[in-house]
């Protein structure tokens, strides 16, 4: 079935640091690939996403490209800040009605 | 525009009950999906809605069960409830089904 995997954590970081998350994917046919944001307290936002191989998402400085090759979709961000902190999730949908996410990584940056 | 929003925001439960989750759509949105989070974990796809009719569905068992309202709001009900069903519970509404989902903050169910 469709799954994705991603890097656990918890991952914690200084300001100003280089952040990178890793998710890989496997998939029946040829997914769609997001990352979903769950801030303390809150529900999932919709950071970025991409629809098809070579696309690069971008969001608030966070980047991720679709690539088929490896079947992954890292996310990175050059810079994390304070306001960075929360749960990061990796997505696909395939049949655009049901989004299957990784377990979700924790990031944590301190000033 | 009003985002989606979910009631109530917390609820315990004990076994065996019965519960129910609403859940108002984005103005403008027509497909409701539903997932569990337990602690820990990714959402898990518990079922869709579009107009009114079941649209997909995830492996949870019948117990779980879902209505859809002609002004496209959403309730889950969940039967029988067993300690495992202690989660997050988020609904996300979306214009069409093939569109961005946009998530509500949840509902924080614990059975004891």
């Known amino acids: 079935g469709d799954s994705v995997t991603q890097m656990e954590g918890p991952v914690t970081l200084s300001e100003e640091a280089f952040l990178t998350i890793n998710c890989t994917y496997t998939?029946?046919?040829?997914?769609?690939l997001f990352w979903y944001v769950q801030y303390p307290g809150e529900g999932l936002q919709l950071l970025l996403k991409?629809?098809?191989?070579?696309d690069k998402g971008s969001n608030k400085g966070f980047e991720a490209t679709y690539r088929k090759e490896t079947t992954s979709f890292h996310l990175e961000k050059g810079s994390v800040q304070v306001s960075d902190s929360a749960v990061y999730f990796c997505a696909l949908s395939v049949n655009d009605y049901k989004l299957s996410f990784g377990a979700g990584t924790t990031v944590t940056v301190r000033a | 525009e009003t985002g989606v929003t979910q009631s109530p925001t917390h609820l315990i439960k004990t076994r065996g009950q019965q519960v129910t989750l609403r859940c108002s759509s984005q103005s403008g949105h027509n497909t409701v999906s539903w997932y569990q989070q337990a602690l820990g974990q990714g959402p898990q796809f518990i079922f869709q809605?579009?107009?009114?009719?079941?649209?997909g569905r995830g492996n949870f068992p019948p117990r779980f069960s879902g209505l859809q309202f002609p002004n496209y709001s959403s309730e889950l009900n969940v039967n029988a409830l067993e300690l495992d069903d202690s989660a997050l519970y988020l609904c996300?509404?979306?214009?069409?089904?093939?569109?961005?989902?946009?998530f509500g903050q949840g509902t924080r169910l614990t059975v004891v």
């Open positions: 809605y579009y107009r009114e009719e079941e649209n």
């Open positions: 998939a029946t046919g040829y997914p769609s």
């Open positions: 996300a509404s979306s214009f069409v089904v093939n569109t961005e989902a946009f």
């Open positions: 991409a629809t098809k191989a070579d």
